[in-house]
Nanobody, 126 residues
Framework: QVQLVESGGGSVQAVGSLRLSCSASGRTFSVEAMGWFRQAPGKDREFVAAIGWSGGATYYADSVKGRFTISRDKDKNTVYLQMNSLKPEDTAAYFC???????????????????WGQGTQVSVSS
């Protein structure tokens, strides 16, 4: 069992920045990858980024490449999402997720993850 808690969401203006954090607890030693997803009202869940827990390999959605950076701190069992050059279309509830085993489904549809956080709201105004 793994529990995930996100923090760092808030309201900012376009071109601003935010840094999201996701703290994991429980059987974190069984996790091989962590990811960030987002979902805006009336829209489907969207993959944002993922990171391999051991090697640190990163994966990004085309919509955030060059603007967002995912990272992790193994000692703190925490994954971060640095969001720069924010746009109004980035507005959404952001969710942290953890996957026990890395497979093709971790970085591609259907993005199957074993654990999910409660989400943190990010609002970007123009």
């Amino acid at each position: 069992q793994v529990q995930l808690v996100e923090s760092g969401g808030g309201s900012v203006q376009a071109v601003g920045s935010l840094r999201l954090s996701c703290s994991a607890s429980g059987r974190t030693f069984s996790v091989e990858a962590m990811g960030w997803f987002r979902q805006a009202p009336g829209k489907d869940r969207e993959f944002v980024a993922a990171i391999g827990w051991s090697g640190g390999a990163t994966y990004y959605a085309d919509s955030v490449k060059g603007r967002f950076t995912i990272s992790r701190d193994k000692d703190k069992n925490t994954v971060y999402l640095q969001m720069n050059s924010l746009k109004p279309e980035d507005t959404a509830a952001y969710f942290c997720a953890a996957d026990r085993v890395i497979t093709t489904k971790t970085i591609s549809p259907p993005y199957e993850y074993d654990y999910w956080g409660q989400g943190t709201q990010v609002s970007v105004s123009s």
